[in-house]
């Protein structure tokens, strides 16, 4: 049974600074793509950063100021948010590719698993 739990989430200001956790089950954790989405209202879920091994992937409207990485000891991927805006008002998402062969991608399709979602508010 595969279960993908995010936490962090919460509500901050302009500015300010949040970390996001993704505790994983199940899967054969340090070989698989993982990657972190995030869904506002009205708008289709689009996926902020990957991560495989040592490659990376991040959305334009977030590069410099999100960071992704994990631990694989503790089955667990990380989303460092930083210099946060209105903008980044969503809920995020953790996915998983279900095999160790999936490459790196952004294409929501591409992922097999997912957590239930953490709130993310940025007020002005």
């Known amino acids: 049974q595969v279960q993908l739990v995010e936490s962090g989430g919460g509500l901050v200001q302009v500015g300010d600074s949040l970390r996001l956790s993704c505790a994983a089950s199940g899967l054969t954790f340090a070989t698989v793509t993982m990657g972190w989405f995030r869904q506002a209202p009205g708008k289709e879920r689009e996926c902020v950063a990957a991560i495989k091994w040592n490659n990376i992937y991040y959305a334009d409207s977030v590069k410099g100021r999100f960071t992704i990485s994990r631990d694989n000891a503790k089955n667990t991927v990380y989303l460092s948010m930083n210099s946060l805006k209105p903008e980044d008002t969503a809920i995020y998402y953790c996915?998983?590719?279900?095999?160790?062969?999936?490459?790196?991608?952004?294409?929501?399709?591409?992922?097999?698993?997912w957590g239930q979602g953490t709130q993310v508010t940025v007020s002005s």
């Open positions: 996915a998983a590719r279900s095999s160790r062969w999936g490459g790196l991608t952004s294409s929501r399709d591409d992922y097999d698993f």
